[in-house]
C-alpha cells in the first residue's frame, strides 16, 4: 500500500529529513586521512541525538550502527568499526537516516578523502547527477519508471552501470514503503506518481558491471568486479509544486 502524506505530515517529515542531512553533512565534513568508520558513525549518532531524534538504521533487522559506511569497491551497507581506518585517496559512501516525531528520513552520499583519481571522481559527480535526473522526473502524473529510466539511461551513456540488487523506496512512517523505486527501468511503467507520495531515490552506480555480492557479515556489499562503486539518495516529496527534496540540511 502507498501511504500520501498531507501537507502536515510532510512538515514533521521535512524535520526527520533536515536532521538526517544534517548528519551526512557532519560525517562528509569529518572524513580525513586516519579518522575510523567508528568515530564518523559516532559523530553522526550523537548529532542526531542532539536534535531530539533516533538514528533509524540502528537495529533495523539487527544492523548494528547509525550509519552505513561503504569504501571503494564497497557499494552499501558497510558496518563502521575501530579498525577500519579512511585512507587519502578512497571515496567514502555514507548512508543514514533520523526518526523524528514517527517520521523517517534517508539520505547518502559519496566523499572524496583527500586526492582521489580523475575516474573516480568523475564516478562520483556522475552518479550525484543521476539522482537529480531522476528527482526531476519525481512529478505528479507521471510513473515511477520515469524516475527509473531518467536514471539509467544517464549512467549508461556515462559508461557506468547502476546495482540491481537493490532498490530506492517509499519513506515516511516506516523506513521502507511502497513503491520500489529501481535506477533502472522503462519511462512510463509502474505506479503512477501522486501529490504526497514520499520517495528514497538513491542510485548505486559501478565503475563495472552491475554485479554485486554480499561479504560473509551478512551486510556489506561489494561490487562482484572489484570496481568502484558510488551511492547518492535523498528524500523526496511529490506535490503540486513538483518534486521537493527533504533532506537539505
Ligand atoms: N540506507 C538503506 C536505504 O537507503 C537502508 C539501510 S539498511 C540498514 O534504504 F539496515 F543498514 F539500516
Ligand atoms: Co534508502
Given at each position: 500500500m502507498?501511504?500520501?502524506?498531507?501537507?502536515?505530515?510532510?512538515?514533521?517529515?521535512?524535520?526527520a529529513c533536515r536532521i538526517s542531512a544534517g548528519a551526512l553533512k557532519?560525517?562528509?565534513?569529518?572524513?580525513?586521512?586516519?579518522?575510523?568508520?567508528?568515530?564518523?558513525?559516532?559523530?553522526?549518532?550523537?548529532?542526531?541525538?542532539s536534535q531530539g531524534a533516533v538514528p533509524n538504521f540502528k537495529n533495523y533487522h539487527g544492523y548494528p550502527a547509525t550509519a552505513c559506511i561503504s569504501i571503494n569497491?564497497?557499494?552499501?551497507?558497510?558496518?563502521?568499526?575501530?579498525?577500519?581506518?579512511?585512507?587519502?585517496?578512497?571515496?567514502?559512501?555514507?548512508?543514514?537516516?533520523?526518526?523524528?516525531?514517527?517520521?523517517?528520513?534517508d539520505n547518502a552520499?559519496?566523499?572524496?578523502?583527500?586526492?582521489?583519481?580523475?575516474?573516480?571522481?568523475?564516478?562520483?559527480?556522475?552518479?550525484?547527477?543521476?539522482?537529480?535526473?531522476g528527482i526531476k522526473m519525481a512529478r505528479a502524473g507521471g510513473r515511477i519508471g520515469d524516475i527509473s529510466f531518467a536514471i539509467q539511461s544517464y549512467v549508461e551513456a556515462r559508461g557506468y552501470s547502476v546495482v540491481r540488487d537493490f532498490v530506492g523506496h517509499g519513506v515516511g512512517t516506516s523506513l521502507h514503503e511502497a513503491p520500489e523505486v529501481p535506477n533502472f527501468g522503462t519511462a512510463g511503467r509502474g505506479v503512477r506518481l501522486l501529490p504526497g507520495m514520499t520517495l528514497a531515490?538513491?542510485?548505486?552506480?559501478?565503475?563495472?558491471?552491475?554485479?554485486?555480492?554480499?561479504?560473509?557479515?551478512?551486510?556489506?556489499?561489494?561490487?562482484?568486479?572489484?570496481?568502484?562503486?558510488?551511492?547518492?539518495?535523498?528524500?523526496?516529496?511529490?506535490?503540486t509544486d513538483g518534486p521537493q527534496i527533504m533532506t537539505l540540511a
Open positions: 502507498i501511504v500520501l502524506k498531507t501537507v502536515r505530515e510532510l512538515s514533521i517529515m521535512r524535520e557532519l560525517i562528509g565534513s569529518a572524513i580525513e586521512p586516519g579518522v575510523t568508520t567508528a568515530e564518523l558513525d559516532r559523530l553522526a549518532e550523537e548529532y542526531i541525538r569497491n564497497e557499494v552499501i551497507h558497510g558496518i563502521p568499526t575501530a579498525s577500519r581506518k579512511i585512507q587519502a585517496g578512497d571515496i567514502v559512501s555514507v548512508d543514514l537516516g533520523a526518526l523524528f516525531e514517527g517520521y523517517h528520513g552520499a559519496t566523499f572524496a578523502c583527500g586526492d582521489i583519481s580523475a575516474e573516480a571522481q568523475r564516478l562520483i559527480d556522475t552518479t550525484r547527477e543521476s539522482l537529480y535526473e531515490i538513491e542510485p548505486m552506480v559501478n565503475m563495472g558491471n552491475y554485479g554485486v555480492k554480499v561479504m560473509p557479515d551478512g551486510w556489506t556489499v561489494l561490487t562482484k568486479d572489484g570496481s568502484l562503486s558510488a551511492h547518492f539518495e535523498h528524500t523526496v516529496a511529490i506535490t
